[in-house]
């Protein structure tokens, strides 16, 4: 089971991605850079937040300052900028040494203080983003220090360069709450990191107790068939040394029976096994989902044991629910959630189990069913169900429904 760390997720047939692209334009939070693309979309969505930079732009643009502080300013300007870029390219390299992650912040404060002093207190919002930077840069509880210590700064520097108390008050308390609020943010962050190693875990510890159980199930069946074997192959050897052939054959047709028997055990063994699970397929969709950036919305009852629901029709929904993920994951374009139910239908010849798969991305066009959801059909036929596809509610995005039928209870009839 492989990691859901990187954005960039190799699917089952060896592709690069959901779309067969080498990289993909979006990352989702917190998920490291693997690519240049990766790293030139982070550095754009970044760049919107200098838009806020209007008021020093401003500043320089009025003609009350003389032209080589102008000069100065745009320079000291471009630097703070260039270093408020370079921190999103330090932070997903930590190789880097910890003085060299520094530096940048460091600039950024005093590019701050001094463009505040000099030039009025228009410069005053560059100690917002010295805030967030120092929240995000700044390791663990550094980063809580370094926006109360930054918003000290300027407190210190709006006071001492006698600023209105107004601006004072309107670009204090942005430095204040976007720190905290980044500080947040990297803690969202961290905590969906954790959830997806616990996802990727459950799902690899799925797996291993489905290994587990075939470990078992063939030594119970082997070892009592083969210990059966060796002891009729011991007693066919003496029959026969005792020349009572007749009584040797019989013990050569029991071993034969047995040897079958045993065939067909272990073939019933291991197709068990082979045969998927709602729960495996369930934490694997999850994977699946999370590296597309598409959110899941799962019925908790898939992963409880249906009264009713046999291990073919089961396995079979699970085929269901592995082959509508991989349908929206490759094809669902714009697709950003998925939801999933599992419920019961009556229809006129009994109850049925209903798996639902519906996404809200494009939906299904013109284009025909493709071999995957052909031979879909035909297992649910094959276990006396049905499959129905088709374009999800208000037209938008695309709906499964997989129906199998459920077992009679104990009484032996439905309710």
């Not at 207190?121 to 840069?137: D, G």
């Not at 229809?347 to 031979?375: C, F, I, Q, T």
Request: net charge neutral; charged share 20%; hydrophobic share 45%.
């Amino acid at each position: 089971m492989q990691s859901t760390a990187p954005a960039r997720h190799p699917d089952q047939n060896g592709e690069d991605g959901p779309d067969g692209m080498e990289g993909r334009w979006t990352t989702y939070p917190g998920a490291p850079v693997d690519t240049r693309r990766q790293l030139l979309a982070k550095l754009a969505w970044t760049s919107i937040w200098a838009l806020y930079l209007a008021y020093p732009v401003q500043d320089l643009t009025t003609g009350q300052h003389t032209p080589a502080a102008s000069a100065a300013g745009g320079v000291a300007l471009v630097v703070f900028l260039a270093c408020y870029l370079s921190l999103i390219v330090i932070r997903n390299h930590p190789g880097l040494r910890r003085a060299k992650r520094y530096l940048p912040l460091a600039a950024m404060a005093v590019i701050a203080v001094a463009t505040s002093y000099t030039l009025g207190e228009s410069w005053l919002t560059l100690f917002t983003y010295t805030s967030v930077c120092a929240s995000v840069i700044l390791p663990g509880r550094l980063g809580l220090v370094g926006v109360l210590a930054t918003t000290g700064l300027f407190a210190v520097v709006g006071l001492t360069s006698r600023a209105d108390a107004e601006i004072l008050v309107s670009i204090g308390l942005p430095c204040l709450m976007a720190g905290l609020a980044m500080l947040a943010m990297q803690r969202l962050v961290s905590t969906m990191r954790e959830l997806r190693e616990a996802r990727a875990a459950v799902a690899h510890l799925a797996a291993s107790e489905e290994r587990l159980r075939l470990a078992r199930d063939l030594h119970d069946l082997l070892g009592h068939s083969l210990s059966l074997i060796a002891i009729k192959s011991e007693l066919t050897g003496r029959l026969m040394d005792a020349g009572k052939a007749d009584a040797a054959r019989a013990q050569v047709g029991d071993i034969e029976q047995v040897a079958r028997q045993s065939l067909a055990d272990v073939r019933s063994a291991v197709s068990g096994f082979r045969r998927p699970t709602l729960p495996v397929e369930l934490a694997a969709a999850r994977t699946a989902l999370a590296a597309s950036q598409i959110a899941l919305d799962a019925d908790p009852r898939l992963a409880e044991e249906r009264p009713g629901l046999g291990a073919e029709e089961s396995g079979v929904l699970a085929w269901a629910l592995r082959e509508a993920v991989t349908n929206v994951v490759r094809h669902g374009s714009g697709a950003t959630r998925c939801t999933v139910q599992l419920d019961e239908t009556w229809e006129e010849d009994g109850r049925y189990a209903v798996l639902e798969v519906v996404d809200n991305g494009a939906g299904p066009g013109k284009s025909g069913a493709g071999n995957g959801l052909s031979g879909l059909g035909e297992r649910l036929e094959q276990a006396g169900g049905r499959l129905e596809t088709g374009p999800a509610e208000r037209g938008r995005g695309f709906r499964l429904r997989a129906l199998v039928p459920l077992r009679p209870g104990p009484s032996g009839g439905g309710e």
